[in-house]
Structures are given as structure tokens and as C-alpha cells.
């Protein structure tokens, strides 16, 4: 069986596993640390990055997008529209989706990783600006909710959990009525994804 290494207040783990779930692929999880820099971790990807897919005959696949698009062929395109259109809207999805969680862990981590008196607030308005974009435009663009949800549904998700579990206090919702509507409703039409979202 595949192995993943993840983390679970991960945007990116979360997104996979999600989307495993969805293309019915079984997979063991395996929390790591990435931050310790684990061997197990190291071996898989150079960079240390988590999630990490390892197949059954040791071939490691990083990023999640990667890893995502194995799914798909894998899953003989579960996770991907097969209209070349709409699989393109899809893949911008969830290329936006992730580049909200890249500025927004940048955000965390310029508070984390350094000193409170070297923490550079122009950089943290920089990337902030960035989510504020990415929601706004989510929030005039929200997808529709389809039968079976795409890998871009998918990561839209996890992105907005990963933004409620870090920047909750934001109250970012504000005047973004039809995201949070949207949001609401695809927890009520996929529950057995929503426990697969990311977590302190």
C-alpha cells in the first residue's frame, strides 16, 4: 500500500488526502514533523518537504500536486474533469488554491522562524495582500459543487480550512458572503472529506 507523509494542519496533505479518499485509492498515512527534517522525510524528497507519496516500490512523488495528478491516472480520472476545458479550470483551481496556502504559510512562518525584532512586516503585508486577492477572487468565482468534486474543489477547501485554522481571528469572512456560503455547503454535500481537513 502507498505511503504519505504528512502533517496534519497541512493545506497540502490535507488536499491529498482528501483527494484520495475521493478517487477511492488506499494509502497509509504517516504523521511527520518536516520542520525536524526526519531521514524518512529527507530520503523521499530533497527538499524535506511534506506530502510525500511512496509507492509500493520505494518511488517517492513530491509535490502535492504531483502526487494529485498520480491520483487522477491512477484512478482512471476520478479526480479530473475529462473535458480538456473544464480539466484546465480545475488545474487553475487548484494552482490558486495552493498559491493562497504558499503566501499564507509564508506569512506564518515569517513570525515563526524568526526573532520578534527581525520579523519584516513589509514581507508579511506582501503576502497577505496575495490571500486577500486569491479570497477575493475565490469569492466572486466560487466553483460549482459537482457530483464527484475535482482536485481543485478539493484544495479550495483545504486552502480555507488551512486559513480558518491559522488566520482565524482575521475574521477574513468578512464581506465574503458567497465563499463562506460555499464552504458551508460543500461540508454538507461531501462530510466524509471534511474530517480529512487540516488540524492543529
Not at 514533523?33 to 524528497?45: I, K, M, R, Y
Not at 480539466?87 to 515563526?112: K, N, Q, S
Request: proline fraction near 6%; glycine fraction near 4%; include cysteine.
Amino acid at each position: 500500500m502507498p505511503k504519505l507523509l504528512y502533517a496534519p494542519a497541512s493545506p497540502y496533505s490535507a488536499k491529498v488526502r482528501m483527494a484520495a479518499k475521493q478517487a477511492d485509492m488506499d494509502i497509509e498515512i504517516v504523521k511527520v514533523d518536516a520542520n525536524a527534517e526526519p531521514a524518512l522525510v529527507l530520503e523521499n524528497n530533497p527538499l524535506g518537504k511534506i506530502p510525500v507519496l511512496i509507492l509500493e516500490d520505494g518511488t517517492s512523488i513530491f509535490d502535492s500536486r504531483a502526487i494529485t495528478q498520480y491520483l487522477a491516472r491512477a484512478s482512471k480520472n476520478k479526480l479530473f474533469p475529462r473535458s480538456a476545458e473544464k480539466r484546465l479550470e480545475a488545474e487553475r483551481l487548484e494552482a490558486l488554491a495552493d498559491g493562497l496556502c504558499d503566501a499564507l504559510l509564508a506569512h506564518v512562518y515569517e513570525r515563526r522562524m524568526r526573532p520578534e525584532e527581525k520579523v519584516h512586516q513589509p514581507w508579511l503585508d506582501k503576502q497577505w495582500g496575495k490571500a486577500v486577492r486569491a479570497l477575493d477572487y475565490f469569492n466572486e468565482n466560487a466553483p460549482a459543487l459537482t457530483k464527484n468534486p475535482t482536485v481543485g474543489i478539493i484544495a479550495l477547501r483545504a486552502a480555507l480550512a488551512y486559513t480558518d485554522l491559522r488566520f482565524g481571528d482575521t475574521k477574513w469572512e468578512k464581506g465574503r458572503g458567497k465563499l463562506k456560503s460555499w464552504r458551508t455547503r460543500f461540508d454538507k454535500r461531501y462530510p466524509e472529506l471534511v474530517e480529512l481537513l487540516p488540524q492543529a
